[in-house]
């Protein structure tokens, strides 16, 4: 069982910077890919970037060039760094996590809320 723990959420203007953090309880290298996805009011949960043990990254099309995604083995947690926030990346953000057996483990949500 993996115990994912979201921080880092919260209000901020947009053109604005926000930093998402999760950390999992099992090891970080032992995962076949970590990852975060949002879910916006009214819309399905979407991918907005992974990063898979042998470090290549997938980002969503809305975020290349804004977000990025980074993990540290040491502390099992992945990060998103997240720059240059527009009112549409207003959503609660979810950490995820793909172990060896290909089980996928999510955490509680963390809500990002972009003002204009």
């Known amino acids: 069982q993996v115990q994912l723990v979201e921080s880092g959420g919260g209000l901020v203007q947009a053109g604005g910077s926000l930093r998402l953090s999760c950390a999992a309880s099992?090891?970080?290298?032992?995962?076949?890919?970590m990852g975060w996805y949002r879910q916006a009011p009214g819309k399905q949960r979407e991918l907005v970037a992974t990063?898979?043990?042998?470090?290549?990254?997938i980002y969503a099309d809305s975020v290349k060039g804004r977000f990025t995604i980074s993990k540290d083995d040491a502390k099992n947690t992945v990060y998103l760094q997240m720059n240059s926030l527009k009112p549409e990346d207003t959503a609660v953000y979810y950490c995820?996590?793909?172990?060896?057996?290909?089980?996928?483990?999510w955490g509680q949500g963390t809500q990002v809320t972009v003002s204009s």
């Open positions: 995820t996590v793909l172990n060896r057996a290909y089980r996928e483990y």
């Open positions: 099992g090891s970080s290298t032992s995962f076949n890919a």
């Open positions: 990063l898979s043990r042998g470090g290549n990254t």
